[in-house]
């Protein structure tokens, strides 16, 4: 990008916020008149039937059960209902058509996890003293995870350690908690603010609205990557965390945490990397030689990070690690009541009772690998994205943001990016659209390393590009959606959609 273009998109940045809110407020009010209700629930419900349609694919085609029968059914008779709608399912994953989502899926690692899951369906670690097995496991999980992520190299007075939790949301909300906790002790603060770069996932916003910490978001350079300068301004004496991505979910770039960590270590701040993505990749991506920026406890003001088991580490869903400098700092994390009528209680995540099952098979899966299978899935992953992102890049009308390693995002400056992506998905393809700007990307996992899948993406790609080119557009697909999504006044009304979307969902 030139730097014009930089300058313009700053600019428009900072004008958009105040015309945001006066037109969030705007549409607030005007939804209290009736008539104006009356047409937006229309138009919504007209929205959501395409929206319910693909959602509910099963609707009309399979039995639905919307109460207990007063009779249970038969087990084998449900098995065949699970497989029935699972071999609906399954393939587009396997066959290595979706972005991000499985991340391993090799059948034997498959079955060796579902063993674990098996041995130990019933375990439960909020009862440390019936299944101590799953304590040592939770354990080890995070020993492993802080080891790999440069747990050994902080000072004498530090001592990584950290927690099991349930993926990267609640390991990052878990974060935030933390650090509002320890402002509010430690430095009286009693108005939080978090600065986080505009690219990190969704999860910090969700922290920001349950705990009431303000989010103070900092846009990103031409490189998609986190900006320091602005950074540096929008710390605050109220900033209780700063935020850097290692990769960011959209464009997959890595901040410059070291200067981003730097900025808060000089002010006593704490710093969070997210390294939820590459948590499991980056360090074996640098013993592979990648350039591959610090990003862990080396960098002396990182105080947490969280990465996901569950992701590139290679474990069922449902497990991610959040890890903290010290144990002074965890401590802001743990939960105790001593005056309940149920009993003395402590638990050390948001939930109560968690299922150690998942716990069994996340340090199952990551014993059973080791750091050479680690390493060799890394290795093939990168060929993989190579491969892809230079294919992308001889696409004519289509380009890569920033310099990523395998979650490649890709631009057009001349084509509806929306509609190349309808295109994809037209042909199985399962990629994730992407907004402000408007790209769409792909997640590159072990299963776009089986043989020929990469040249599949590319033939297909190039094919939707000059379909896009030459055709016009259709109806329906989820173009049209983003488009309204990146028009101004309709911003409210298509937040009203996505939670009826999510209405929809809960509907049998
Ligand atoms: C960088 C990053 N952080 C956090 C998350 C949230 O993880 P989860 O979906 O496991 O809650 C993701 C998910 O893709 C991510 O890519």
Redesign the pocket.
Known sequence: MTLLHETRNRLRERLRKPTERALSVAFRYAKRVPFVKRRLEAEYASMLEEIRAAAKPYRDRVPSHPRLPELGHDREQLLAEIDALQAQEADRWRDGFVS?AVYHGDREHIEFLNQVYARCSQANPLHADLWPSVVKYEAEIVAMTAHMLGGAYVSEHDDVCGTVSS????S?MLAMKTYRDQARQQRGIKSPQMVVPSSA?A?FDKASRYFGIEMIKVPVGADCRADVGATRQAITRNTVVVVG?A???PHGVVDPIEELAELARARGIGFHT?A??GGFVLPWATELGYPVPRFDFRVPGVTSI?A?T??YGYAAKGT?VVLYRNKGLRRFQWYTTTDWPGGLYMSPTFAGSRPGALSAACWAAMLSIGAQGYREATRRILETAATIRAGIENVPGLRVLGDPLWVIAFASDELDIYRVMDFMSHRRWNLNGLHRPACVHLCVTLRHTQPGVAERFLADLREAVQHVRTQPAGKGGMAPIYGLAGSLPVRGAISDVLERYLDVLYEV
Do not use: V
């Open positions: 991000g993926g990267g949301t609640e990052i996932h999860a991505s990769p960011s979910f997210d939820c993505l969280s996901d569950h992701k991610s």
